[in-house]
């Protein structure tokens, strides 16, 4: 099943789901989080099935949630992945971090 992270691409390189795409849903800036203007439009290119189920993914579930009620309107299986990559590491389901990372 496809993974959506919307996490920082610093949060996403230091770890994240087997397999998973990182699609930003903030950006960290020198003025704090700011919403990534190209995030639709982003996702609907990485993952054009709009049909299929798609994991969305944050750090603890508070972007996921708020990244799925921005994509209701364009996909119809979200699954929002409400413990984030803490829950996922606590479950210790599989995950890829790079060696620079540990």
């Known amino acids: 099943m496809p993974y959506l992270d919307v996490r920082t691409p610093e949060e ?4 994240h789901a087997v397999g998973a795409v990182n699609i930003p849903f903030w950006f960290k800036t020198a003025d704090g989080m700011v919403p990534n ?3 639709v439009t982003k996702v609907q290119e990485a993952f054009p099935n709009t049909q299929e189920a798609l994991v969305v993914g944050c750090r603890s579930g508070n972007r996921s949630a708020k990244a799925c009620a921005q994509l209701e309107q ?3 299986n979200l699954i929002d992945d409400a413990g984030g990559w803490l829950g996922w590491v606590e479950a210790q389901l ?3 971090i790079p060696a620079k990372a540990l």
């Open 94 to 96: 599989p995950v890829e």
């Open 12 to 15: 996403f390189a230091a770890g």
């Open 74 to 76: 364009e996909y119809s």
């Open 37 to 39: 203007p190209d995030f």
